[in-house]
């Protein structure tokens, strides 16, 4: 997924490369409803991606939990409110993502379970393009903890939503009865330690 091959995975890759130095990676960041065909097709070893629907031809090595925030302009009326709940999501312009990503799964099922229908002020493919088009004042978006995109803006807020159906299931897959070569079940070791030791951390 775009936002896992832009936020921890260089952070993995940094102490993969100090127990592995000469193994040479390719990362193929697509959305999540892409991520699962180049791994059945033997095309990448391991894939990385959202939601909780999985191929009857994969293995799930291991699932964590990346909660969602909702991003807004420092001076937006949500910094002011202590808790914020899917009602005053709802009230606000929304920038969402494309419907074929992880975190779009996620918010829509939230919004439906939750009873709210909302049609998205704008659709956006990548995390950066809703990020500029909050930064324009064209509205709030939803995007998961982990996106490093908000970090760079010191002119929008992050907060936590209070309500637990906002957040995205994460997957590290394989092709089911595929042998891989050691350099990918290591990666896989360290994609699965790294993931492991930052749930507990935030937990």
Do not use: W
């Amino acid at each position: 997924m775009p936002s896992f091959a832009a936020g921890i995975l260089p952070d993995i890759i940094v102490r993969f490369r100090e127990r592995f130095p000469r193994v040479a990676l390719t990362i193929r960041d697509a959305i999540a409803n892409r991520v699962m065909d180049p791994v059945l097709s033997e095309d990448v070893d391991l894939g990385v991606m959202g939601g909780e629907s999985i191929h009857a031809d994969l293995d799930v090595i291991h699932r964590a939990e990346d909660c969602l925030n909702v991003i807004f302009p420092a001076r937006h009326p949500l910094a002011r409110m202590k808790r914020i709940e899917i009602k005053e999501l709802t009230a606000f312009p929304l920038i969402l993502m494309d419907p074929a990503t992880s975190v779009r799964a996620t918010v829509d099922a939230a919004l439906a379970e939750g009873g709210q229908r909302v049609e998205a002020a704008c659709e956006v493919t990548y995390m950066m393009t809703a990020v500029g088009m909050v930064r324009a004042g064209l509205g709030i978006t939803i995007l998961p903890a982990s996106a490093h995109e908000v970090r760079a803006e010191p002119d929008l807020a992050a907060r936590g939503i209070d309500d637990p159906r906002f957040v995205r299931h994460i997957s590290v897959v394989r092709k089911r009865r595929r042998t891989l070569p050691p350099a990918a079940e290591n990666f896989a070791k360290a994609l699965v330690e790294y993931i492991g030791s930052a749930n507990t951390e935030r937990a």
